[in-house]
């Protein structure tokens, strides 16, 4: 695996670095050689965060974890990847096609998933054309974390949806 470790308001140290490595370098039995992870490292204020990105065949694997201590967050970040992949990978692998970025043996060992995905509750509503500013005024008036609308800009269905300090993100799609 081949990292690539940034900082933001940090800087890398190489004991950094080699934890990131050595922690995440156990990840390796699941991937080829080639397969590149993206590690953020950033501070703000008391919080140590770490963010790890890897781009695989129609997929990404993702986690953030944050702690007070740079190290622990690392230590936590690889053990959410790793039940992440054990959890999801007849979902992430189809078996049918080649498995892209992952070892041949993690391809055909079969993992027991901890739990399905369920979904329990479908919601149906009439959405009417609106500007994202006024999404975001409805979804803060509904008090949700995310709002699907129609956009009367684009003509299409977009998400908008709070990020933190209590900023608003745009979700939409690209075709």
């Known amino acids: 695996m081949r990292f690539v470790i940034s900082g933001k308001n940090l800087e890398v140290t190489e004991g950094l670095k080699a934890s990131v490595e050595d922690k995440l370098g156990k990840l390796e039995r699941y991937f080829t050689p080639e397969t590149e992870v993206i590690v953020t490292l950033s501070v703000e204020k008391e919080r140590q965060k770490i963010e790890v990105t890897i781009p ?19 230590d936590l970040v690889e053990e959410v990847i790793e039940r992440q992949l054990r959890k999801y990978k007849n979902k992430i692998v189809d078996k049918k096609q080649e498995g892209g970025n992952f070892q041949k043996a993690y391809i055909e060992k079969d993992y027991e998933e901890d739990e399905d995905v369920k979904i329990i509750r479908t919601k149906r509503f009439g959405i009417k054309p609106m500007y994202p500013e006024d999404a975001c005024v409805q979804m803060e008036l509904l008090g949700h974390n995310f709002f699907v609308f129609h956009n009367a800009e684009t003509d299409q269905v977009n998400v908008v949806y709070k990020r933190k300090g209590n900023t608003y993100g745009l979700i939409e799609p690209d075709f």
């Open 56 to 74: 695989v065949k129609g997929n990404i694997i993702r986690s953030e974890q944050t702690s007070n201590d740079m190290y622990v967050s690392i």
